[in-house]
Structure formats: C-alpha cells, structure tokens
C-alpha cells in the first residue's frame, strides 16, 4: 500500500517535469507529421501502382513498404520512450536526497525498498501508459490511413515496454549513487553504447564481420535495451519485410534468442533490487 | 493556540520506562568524528532538550535515531523497539532540520501525503488535518501550495507533518529556526501542550531560553559527545553563584571560606560582600555556619541563579566550542 502511495507522489511528479513535457510536445508533433506521411505515401504508392499497371508491370508488395514505415513509425516510439525515461527518472532518488524532500518521508512507517519500488512503479506505470498511447497512434495510423495492420503487436510493444524497464531500472539504480548530472552523463552514455553496439551488430552481419558482431553483443550483455529493440522490430514485420530489408539501422535479420530476453528480464530485476540494497543503506 | 498551564522543570517519576535509549551510538564521516559517542536516555512523557554549540553532533544524533543514516557503531531503542522498528515509526514524529518538502503539493495535499504514509484511514486524515493545520497556525492557508508559503509557514508545515498521527514521541530540530517571535511563543506552548498529553518530546535547539522554558531534562553535547546532562533544575543549580554580605570580616576568613566556596571576589569596606561560587546549595549552608562560627555577622546570603545561557556557555568553553 504505501508502495502506491509514493507511486502515485511519482507519477505526479513525472508529469511535473517541463522535459517530460518537452518530449510529450515532441511525440505530439511526430504523430502529426507520421499521419500526414504515411497518408502522402499511400498516395504516392496508390499513383505508382496505376503507372505499373499503365505500363504492364506487375504489381510491387505493398506490405513490405507499408510495414517498413511501420518500422520507421515503431522505433521512433521506442527511442522518444527510451530519451523520455531517462529524462524523467534520472534525478528521482538523487535529487530528491540533495533537496532533503526525503527526510520527512524515509522516517515514517514505510521500508526504504518499498520508497524505491514505488518510485519505479510510479515511473513505469507513466512511461507504459506513453509507450501504449504511441504505439496505438503508430497502428492506427498503419490501420485507418494505410490499411496495414503488422503482425504481433502486442508482444512487440510489451518489448519496447521491457526496452524502458531495462533503461528505467539503470537510471534509478544510478540515482542512488551518483549525482543527477553524473547518472545522465553515464546512462545516456551507456544508452549509446547500446544503440552503437545495434549498429556495429548490424554492420557486422552485413559484412560477415566476426569482429563487429562481437562488439555488439558484447554491448547487448552491458545494456540489453537494443538488442530488444531488435526483437521487437523483428517481431512487428512479416518475414517477407524482414528479408527485404536485410541487415538495417532499425531492425535485424538476426533476432536475439528467448534467452537473450530472460537475461534482459533478469537485468532489470537486479539492477532494481541493486538499487534497493544500495538506497538501504545511504546517509539522508 | 492555547497554554495548558503545565509547569516546566517538573521532576519526573523514576519508574517510567524510557522511550528513547541510545547505547553507544557512533558516526563517523571518512576521518571526521561527527557523533563519537551518544548515550542517553529519555523518558515518557518528558520534553528533552539537546543542546550544544553548532557541529556538536546534534542533528547528526537525531538522524541516527529517525533512521535516516546508518550509525557506525552503536545501538538505540525508541519505544523499545529497534531503530527503524515500522510500529515504533507510526508513533514517532520527526521534523527535520532542513525542512524541505514536495512544495508542487498544496498544503493538504502534503498533509495527506503523510498522513497515508502514516497508513491513517481517509476518515481519519479527514478529520486530522484540519486540526493539525490549526494547531501550527496554518488553518487558512491549507489549500496553497507549499511553494507559496513563506520561510517560516513551511517550517509550521513541517511541524504538523510531525505532529499528524499523534505521536507518542517527537522529534524537533530546531523547530524554530524560521518562525518570528510570536512563532516562537507558539512553538513553546505547543511543546508544553504536547507534554500535558504525555508525549515525549526531543528538542534539539540552540536557543537557550526556550529549551530553558519547556525542558525538565536537558543534554550538552560537544564535540560529538555529551558533556554535561541532568533535569534542568539540577544543572542550573550545579554550580551557584552566591553573594554573602557581611557586617565584618575577619582576619582569615576570606581563605578558611575557601574550602567550601570558590571565593571571585571580595569587596572591603564596612559592609563587606564576597561572591562567590558553590558547587551545590549543600555547599553555601556549610559555607554560612562556618561565617557564623567565625564570628562575620551574615546579612545577607543571595544565590544567583544561573542562566542555562551562562551554564552553558560556561561548560562548552571549557572545552572549546569551535567546530574542528
Ligand atoms: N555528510 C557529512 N559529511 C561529513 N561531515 C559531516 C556530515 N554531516 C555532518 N558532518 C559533520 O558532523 C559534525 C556534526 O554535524 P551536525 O549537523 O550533527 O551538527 P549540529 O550539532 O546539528 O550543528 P548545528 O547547530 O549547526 O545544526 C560537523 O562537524 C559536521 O561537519
Ligand atoms: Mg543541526
């Protein structure tokens, strides 16, 4: 119960935040812009298609195109939530022992874990309700304007919900040690290291690289946000897309294993009760 | 906010069993000594000061004892239960030194926010907070933020936060820091009201004639540790100043009263007055009869009482006040 108390002080205070808002505006402002995009390339798809059939060409896949727009839509909503997490958690415990507002709080009757679960929550529940509003935007998008619908969406979007867990539980474990600056220093860092890591994965299949490969998993095992991702955009494309498209900046032709989604589950978990034992013993 | 009449300085019954024990309570920060060695005891029902010059160890101590550090060596018990007990906590209240709060929230809102961190039912947060909100003086200002108010309204919040569940013990750093005079008085009643309901309170201040005015027990600590502690009747009296007039003084006199008194000053003429200073009142009655015996006709023997500014400003120069 008072978990939900301090889940609920944290959600408010989520939605206090002008950068939160910020990236609130700025996710507004991509739905518009994708609606009208994805309204232009049905149309220009729509006239192409009659050109073919002018000339006697058979007709091109449109769920190849539509679907990679889809991609395209999907992974903005899973980068915007990943900036949008970070933005809103990374002062949470930190700040919070700086401005002293956890002196009145931590002496009452509640568990120091049960503070730091319920700041998670309070976070997660925020960030989960932004990840479902996007991603609805993003479908019915595909659906009203383009009459595409992609395959597994919801196991796909509960990925991209794992993909702000995993990021949520490194910034809150961050912030019970480290300073508000350092922690964003350090967790946007990582947080690139694991887009990069994607990359060079993907660079790395498409050459046949054993080296670059490497790399990336290598930073798939340091922060595993990416590699769900990966999963996640695998996920929401036919295969026919998947093996258009080939190895790319926003998908992958080389899915991470179910493994690779328990080892990130388990990440999440640890880091969170790491951040628990850690918030236990700090001097307020 | 309404005076009870209760009487500070009221001795307290011995049996009560005491509410806050500390045995050996430890902190140190990388070489720093902040609290080196706190132990005490408070009892039922007793207003506590604990005083001493700043960087003593004070907040430090209470800290400890809220559980918001870790001691680096060292035990309490607070209402019998050990430090960070969850039932002790619903009966403890706590305003901290630097009180800061979620001022986004409006002034209920923070009420209530305590409140169900104290795990009150709705019906009794209801009824609570209005009352808590006029106790501190805040009654018409409930529904601004706490952004909006002043200095001194925020530490009036901070004070109901802490007095919301009813506690059985208070704990109060400095609870006067920000207030104004009239705020003050209000803080000295509201302490002896919460001691005419039987809680015990822990104050810790460096104002010296509002501890002197609401606390029966009072702790000195310097230097992280306690120097000097006592009901605050005893250690005003600990050591007296005591003027004697005479009609005449003898030859000798002066250096035989030395063994009872510590003999200041002595001034001749036909009605002599030495001051001097007694460890105890024992000592000025001993002090009298040998005048007496000695054959100074004693007009007058008027015990200075001290103030605990001078007590204590005596017994933390003993020892050097400044922080090191
Ligand atoms: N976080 C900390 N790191 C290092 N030293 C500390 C820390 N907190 C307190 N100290 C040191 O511990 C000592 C006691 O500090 P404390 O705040 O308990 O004093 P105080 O008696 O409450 O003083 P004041 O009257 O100024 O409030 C000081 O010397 C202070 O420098
Ligand atoms: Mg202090």
């Known amino acids: 119960m008072k978990v939900l108390v301090i889940a609920q002080l944290t959600f408010r205070e989520g939605l206090r935040k002008k950068l939160v808002w910020g990236v609130l505006l700025l996710s507004l402002l991509f739905v518009v812009l994708y609606v009208w995009g994805f309204h232009l390339f049905v149309q220009d798809w729509r006239e192409m298609e009659a050109r073919r059939a002018a000339r006697g060409v058979p007709a091109g896949t449109y769920e190849i195109f539509a679907s990679a727009m889809v991609l395209l839509g999907l992974w903005t909503v899973n980068f915007l939530s990943g900036v949008m997490t970070i933005f809103a958690s990374v002062g949470t415990i930190a700040s919070e022992i700086d401005a002293g507002t956890l002196q009145a709080i931590v002496p009452k009757p509640i568990r120091r874990w049960e503070i730091v679960l319920g700041k998670y929550l309070g976070f997660a529940g925020m960030l989960a309700l932004y990840i479902a509003a996007m991603v609805a935007s993003v479908i019915l998008t595909a659906r009203i304007v383009g009459d595409y619908t992609p395959p597994n969406v919801v196991e796909g979007t509960l990925l991209i919900v794992l993909v702000m867990l995993i990021l949520l539980s490194l910034t809150v474990f961050g912030s019970t040690f480290l300073s508000t600056v350092t922690n964003g220093v350090v967790v946007f860092m990582l947080y690139g290291l694991a887009i990069t890591g994607g990359l060079v994965e993907q660079i790395g299949t498409a050459l046949d690289n054993d080296v670059l490969i490497r790399i990336g998993v290598i930073s798939s095992i340091v922060v595993p946000s990416d590699s769900m991702w990966r999963l996640a955009s695998y996920l929401f494309q036919p295969r026919l897309a998947v093996n258009f498209l080939g190895p790319n900046p926003f998908g992958t032709t080389t899915p991470p294993s179910a493994f690779a989604v328990q080892y990130a589950v388990a990440y999440a978990l640890v880091l969170l009760l790491a951040a628990m034992l850690v918030f236990r013993k700090r001097d307020l | 906010m309404i005076a009870t009449g209760a009487e500070p300085h009221q001795a307290q019954p011995i049996s009560v069993a005491p509410v806050i024990e500390a045995f050996g309570l430890r902190k140190v920060y990388g070489d720093r000594v902040a609290v080196e060695d706190l132990s005490l005891e408070v009892y039922e029902g007793e207003v506590f000061g604990f005083l ?3 960087g003593a160890g004070k907040t430090t101590s209470v800290k400890m004892l809220v559980g918001l550090i870790q001691p680096t060596a060292g035990t309490a018990r607070i209402l019998g239960r050990p430090l960070g007990d969850l039932e002790a906590r619903r009966q403890i209240g706590f305003l901290p030194e630097l009180f800061r709060f979620h001022d986004w929230l409006r002034g209920q809102e923070l009420l209530d926010l305590h409140g169900k961190l104290y795990g009150m039912s709705r019906q009794e947060r209801r009824r609570r907070i209005p009352e808590v909100l006029a106790l501190v003086g805040l009654a018409g200002v409930g529904h601004l933020r706490v952004r909006a108010y002043s200095k001194g309204m925020q530490q009036r919040i901070g004070i109901a936060q802490a007095l919301l569940n009813n506690p059985r013990v208070v704990f109060l750093d400095e609870p006067t ?3 104004d005079p009239l705020g003050r008085r209000d803080v000295r009643e509201l302490i002896l009201r919460l001691k005419s309901e039987g809680v015990t309170v822990f104050l810790n201040s460096h104002l010296l004639s509002e501890v002197e005015s609401v606390c029966d027990r009072v702790a000195i600590v310097n230097h992280g540790r306690v120097v000097a502690t006592g009901p605050m009747s005893e250690l005003l009296s600990r050591e007296l100043t005591v003027e004697f007039r005479l009609g005449a003084l003898p030859d000798g006199v002066v250096g ?18 030495v001051v001097a200073r007694a460890s105890d009142e024992a000592a000025i009655a001993r002090a009298v009869d040998y ?10 023997v008027v015990p200075e009482r001290r103030t605990l500014e001078e007590v ?5 120069s003993r020892e050097g006040a400044e922080p090191r």
């Open chain 2, 312 to 316: 204590f400003v005596d017994i933390v």
């Open chain 2, 177 to 179: 820091s920000a207030l």
């Open chain 2, 52 to 54: 001493g010059p700043n």
């Open chain 2, 291 to 300: 005048l007496v015996r000695s054959g100074a006709p004693v007009y007058g």
């Open chain 2, 256 to 273: 035989g009263l030395a063994t009872y008194v510590q003999v200041e000053a002595v001034t001749d003429g036909p009605r002599p007055v």
